[in-house]
Antibody, heavy 119, light 112 residues
């Protein structure tokens, strides 16, 4: 079964850090662009970041640039999002997603993991 | 960044009736390869988003043919021929032409 299983969310203080994980199974992980999307409860989807299949190319939303780092370990079929210098407004559900080449949409999504930034 | 604007933001629909959602981009999403880099997603209550349409008009696997996407350039439309109870949720368009990718604000479809 093709799936993405997320972990790593939690409660963190402002200025703190957290690493989110997204474990892939059922497909050749190293062939796909992978994305992170977040959603403040009750609000809309916001694109956060993506990474190329080989990990060499990354892009970020302006709101997280310099604070978030996306990476992947193709040997372990796992995507990561290191989130640092956290702010209240980073509180959200974070989703990982598989993007089908060349531009065929984000067809597999993780279940989401909640990050709460609060003192 | 490319700004995506959806309308309406709220869409009450009677079962069996059609529904239409508009998505406009601040720049053309038509690539030189003649594809429109526009996806549609549905987020049902309490669930992760799911892909409905990619490249403007291609249905994703398992999406019923009463759901269709059209448009080119800066104007796109998602149509549902006959709304059913299972269509309830929030619909989002997203451009994948250029990073950062960007979503529309979302359109909440509810049953009257």
């Amino acid at each position: 079964e093709v799936q993405l299983v997320q972990s790593g969310g939690g409660l963190v203080q402002p200025g703190g850090s957290l690493r989110l994980s997204c474990a892939a199974s059922g497909f050749t992980f190293s062939n796909y662009w992978m994305h992170w999307v977040r959603q403040v409860p009750g609000k809309g989807l916001v694109w956060v970041s993506h990474i190329s299949p080989d990990g060499r190319a990354t892009h970020y939303a302006d709101s997280v640039k310099g604070r978030f780092t996306v990476s992947r370990d193709n040997a372990w079929n796992t995507l990561y999002l290191q989130i640092s210098s956290l702010r209240d407004e980073d509180t959200a559900v974070y989703y990982c997603g598989r993007y089908t080449a060349p531009r065929n949409g984000m067809d597999v999504w993780g279940q989401g993991t909640t990050v709460t930034v609060s003192s | 960044d490319i700004v995506m604007t959806q309308s309406p933001l709220s869409l009450p629909v009677t079962p069996g009736e059609p529904a239409s959602i508009s998505c406009r981009s601040s720049q053309s999403l038509l690539h030189s390869d003649e594809n429109n880099y526009l996806d549609w997603y549905l987020q049902k209550p309490g669930q992760s988003p799911q892909l409905l349409i990619y490249l403007g008009s291609n249905r994703a696997s398992g999406v019923p043919d009463r759901i269709s996407g059209s448009g080119s350039g800066t104007d796109y439309t998602l149509k549902i021929n006959r709304v059913e109870a299972e269509d309830v949720g929030v619909y989002y368009c997203m451009q994948s032409l250029r990073a950062p990718h960007t979503f529309g604000q979302g359109t909440k479809l509810e049953i009257k």
